[in-house]
């Protein structure tokens, strides 16, 4: 592993100790959320680097946005209430609770 991917793997594990072993990683997105009562899509405060990774405890794997903008990072665990659509370039999802 290189050691770009070892710091970045270290830092993960700062948050969450299960973190194992990480899958891709991706430069540079930013995160837009759905208003339906505006029918529009909005741009949040989180953008920055995607990592997706393995976890040694369930749920077995996950994705973060390391933050850019602020501390607040996005932290989405890759379970059976996850769903996932690709929309080139655009990769759209919508968890458990319909965020």
């Not at 837009?32 to 909005?42: C, D, G, I, L, V």
């Not at 996950?62 to 903008?69: S, V």
């Given at each position: 592993?290189?050691?770009?991917?070892?710091?970045?793997l270290a830092a993960?594990?700062?948050?969450?100790?299960?973190?194992?072993?990480?899958?891709?990683?991706?430069?540079?997105?930013?995160?837009?959320?759905?208003?339906?009562?505006?029918?529009?899509?909005?741009?949040?405060?989180?953008?920055?680097?995607?990592?997706?990774?393995?976890?040694?405890?369930?749920?077995?794997?996950?994705?973060?946005?390391?933050?850019?903008?602020?501390?607040?990072?996005?932290?989405?665990?890759i379970n059976k209430?996850?769903?996932?659509?690709?929309?080139?370039?655009?990769?759209?999802?919508?968890?458990?609770?319909?965020?």
């Amino acid at each position: 592993m290189e050691t770009a991917s070892k710091m970045s793997l270290a830092a993960l594990q700062q948050q969450d100790p299960y973190i194992n072993k990480l899958l891709d990683v991706t430069g540079q997105v930013a995160l837009y959320t759905f208003n339906s009562k505006a029918n529009e899509w909005e741009k949040t405060e989180i953008e920055g680097t995607l990592f997706v990774y393995a976890r040694s405890a369930s749920p077995h794997h996950g994705f973060t946005i390391m933050n850019r903008l602020s501390t607040e990072n996005l932290v989405e665990p890759i379970n059976k209430d996850l769903e996932f659509q690709l929309q080139d370039p655009f990769l759209l999802y919508r968890n458990a609770n319909c965020e």
